[in-house]
C-alpha cells in the first residue's frame, strides 16, 4: 500500500512531495512447533469414548444374560408351585409352602419354587451389599390383570403365585458414572390356576356379528351340567349377546359342580342383563378371550345321491319309533334340496342328510320331529342318529313347532335313548319322557363326524353342521319359542 505525505513547510519556497511506500507483513510459511497437536488431542478423546463405549457395551451385554437367566429361574419356579395349587386342590399337600402366605427362599428352601430356582443357579442367598448375591421371593396376589379369576371350588382360595428374582450383579465400568460396583437385575413370573377356555354348552363363533347369541320373547334357554364355561360366544361386538322381553338365560346349575356356570363374551356388553342367572360360581365374563373352533379340521361331508323313492315314505304308529297315532313321514339321509316339515310328524333314519338350497332345515308350526330306532336294511346307516349338513340355508324352527297337529296324539319321548349305548349318561338325569321335538346326533365312536370318545363310552356328535362359506343373515339359525325342543349334539 502507498501513503502520499506532502510538506508545505515554510522555510523552502517550493512545495515538496515525498512518496512512502510501506508494505504490509504477512507470516512465512516455514514450519512450527506446534503442528499437530490438536490430532493428537482428537485420537485421545476418541480412543477413551471407544474404551468407555466397549465397556459400557460389556456391562451391558453381562446384565441382559443375567435378565434372561434370572426370567428363565422365575418362570420355572413359578410354574413347579402352580403345578402344587393344581395338587393341593386335589386333597394332597404338596410343594411345601403354604397357599396365601408369602415366603422368601433364603429360608424356605425347600419349598417346590424355591428348589427349581436354585436348579437355574439361584439359590437365594439374600441380597448383600455391594456383591454378587440374588433373592428369590413368593407371593401370591389376589388378582392377575387380563385373567378372570377362577371361583373358589375350581382355583382355590389363592389360586395365582408370583415369584420375584433379584440378581446382584458385579459391574465394572458402569460403575465410574452410578458410583457402585453392582447393578439388580430384575424378574417376575405370574402363574396360577384359570377356568378352562374349551368348549362351552353352546358356542356362537362368527369374529364380529352382532346379537351373534340373541333370545328375545318369553324362551328360558337353561344349561345343567356340563364345563364352567357354558356359552362362549366370540363376537367382538359391543353388543354380541342381547336378551330382550321376558327371555331368562338360566345358567345357575350349569358346570361341574351343578351351581353355576360363566357366559365368556369376546365383546359386549360388559354389563350382564337382569334376566341372566348365574347361580352361585357363574358368571358374565366380558371381555373374554376367543375360542378356537374346535372343530375347523372336520371337512364337509361328501356330497351323497337323493334317497329312493319313494321319499319321505309313510311309516304307521310304533314303526320305527313313529309317536304318532296317525302315522308319520320317515325320511331317510341323502341328498335335499331343502327340507320341510309341514303340519305332520316326521321321524329321521340314522345318517347324513345333506341340504342345498337356501331352504335349509325348516320345521314349522304343528311339527314335531323324531329319531327313527329302525335298524333293519333300508333305516339308516346304524349311527343311532342324524347329522344335517346344511350348504346355502340354515336351520329355522318356527314357533309352535313341537307341538302336535289337532287331529294328532304324540307319544312322549323316553329319555333313556338320549343316551349312547354304553356312553355318558345325562347327571342330574333327564326326565323319564320328553315331549315335543327330539333330535339325536350319531353316536359311532369311528365316524369323521363324531366327538372321540371318552373313557366313560361315546357322546353324541354333530348335529347341525352348516357350510363356513356362507354368511350373512340367512346363514343364522332361528328357533323360536311355543314348543318343546330337545338338541341333543353339537
Known amino acids: 500500500m502507498s501513503r502520499v505525505i506532502e510538506n508545505f513547510s515554510q522555510s523552502r519556497p517550493e512545495r515538496s512531495k515525498i512518496t512512502y511506500l510501506q508494505t504490509s507483513r504477512r507470516p512465512r510459511s516455514g514450519p512450527r512447533s506446534d503442528t499437530g497437536q490438536v490430532t493428537v488431542f482428537v485420537a485421545i478423546v476418541f480412543t477413551l469414548f471407544l474404551a468407555a463405549f466397549a465397556g459400557f457395551g460389556s456391562d451391558m451385554a453381562n446384565l441382559w444374560f443375567h435378565r434372561q437367566s434370572a426370567q428363565g429361574a422365575a418362570d420355572s419356579a413359578c410354574l413347579a408351585g402352580a403345578v402344587d395349587l393344581l395338587a393341593n386342590l386335589g386333597g394332597t399337600a404338596n410343594g411345601g409352602f403354604t397357599p396365601g402366605t408369602a415366603f422368601d427362599c433364603a429360608t424356605a428352601t425347600s419349598a417346590a419354587p424355591c428348589v427349581y430356582a436354585a436348579l437355574n443357579g439361584y439359590s437365594s442367598t439374600g441380597l448383600i451389599a455391594g456383591k454378587t448375591s440374588n433373592d428369590v421371593a413368593v407371593s401370591f396376589p389376589g388378582t392377575v390383570p387380563g385373567v378372570w379369576k377362577p371361583d373358589v371350588t375350581v382355583g382355590g382360595s389363592y389360586p395365582y403365585l408370583r415369584v420375584d428374582v433379584v440378581d446382584r450383579v458385579k459391574v465394572y465400568f458402569s460403575a465410574l458414572t452410578t458410583q457402585t460396583k453392582t447393578m439388580d437385575v430384575r424378574a417376575t413370573a405370574k402363574c396360577g390356576l384359570v377356568l378352562p377356555t374349551g368348549p362351552g354348552a353352546i358356542m356362537v363363533l362368527h369374529p364380529n ?54 357366559i365368556g363374551i369376546t365383546g359386549g356388553p360388559g354389563t350382564p342383563y337382569l334376566n341372566f342367572y348365574p347361580g352361585v360360581t357363574g358368571h358374565w365374563v366380558s371381555p373374554s378371550v376367543p375360542v378356537p373352533d374346535p372343530l375347523k379340521t372336520v371337512a364337509p361331508p361328501t356330497q351323497p345321491s337323493a334317497p329312493a323313492s319313494p321319499n319321505p315314505r309313510s311309516a304307521a304308529y310304533l314303526s320305527n319309533g313313529c309317536p304318532d297315532s296317525n302315522g308319520c313321514d320317515e325320511y331317510a339321509p341323502g341328498l335335499y334340496t331343502g327340507l320341510q316339515v309341514k303340519n305332520a310328524t316326521a321321524i329321521f333314519d340314522p345318517g347324513i342328510y345333506y341340504i342345498t338350497g337356501s331352504g335349509g332345515l325348516n320345521l314349522d308350526s304343528n311339527s314335531v320331529v323324531r329319531p327313527s330306532t329302525g335298524t333293519g336294511t333300508g333305516a339308516g346307516d346304524g349311527s343311532g342318529g342324524a347329522l344335517f349338513y346344511l350348504s ?89 319359542g311355543g314348543g318343546g325342543l330337545c338338541l341333543v349334539g353339537t
Do not use: H
Request: net charge neutral; proline share 11%.
Open 209 to 262: 356379528l352382532a346379537s351373534a347369541f340373541s333370545i328375545q320373547g318369553s324362551p328360558n334357554v337353561q344349561i345343567t351340567g356340563g364345563p364352567p364355561r357354558g356359552v362362549v360366544v366370540n363376537s367382538s361386538n359391543a353388543v354380541a349377546v342381547t336378551i330382550g322381553g321376558s327371555a331368562i338365560l338360566d345358567l345357575s346349575q350349569g358346570g361341574p359342580s351343578l351351581s353355576g356356570s360363566d
Open 392 to 480: 346355502g340355508g340354515t336351520v329355522s324352527i318356527s314357533s309352535n313347532s313341537g307341538k302336535p297337529r289337532n287331529n294328532s296324539t304324540i307319544d312322549d319321548f323316553n329319555s333313556s335313548l338320549v343316551a349312547c349305548p354304553g356312553g355318558w349318561v345325562p347327571n342330574p338325569p333327564l326326565p323319564a319322557t320328553l315331549q315335543g321335538n327330539v333330535l339325536l346326533a350319531p353316536c359311532t365312536t369311528n365316524g369323521t363326524y363324531n366327538i372321540p370318545p371318552t373313557p366313560q363310552g361315546p357322546y353324541r356328535g354333530l348335529l347341525f353342521f352348516q357350510n363356513r362359506s356362507d354368511t350373512g343373515t340367512a346363514a343364522q339359525p332361528s328357533m323360536t
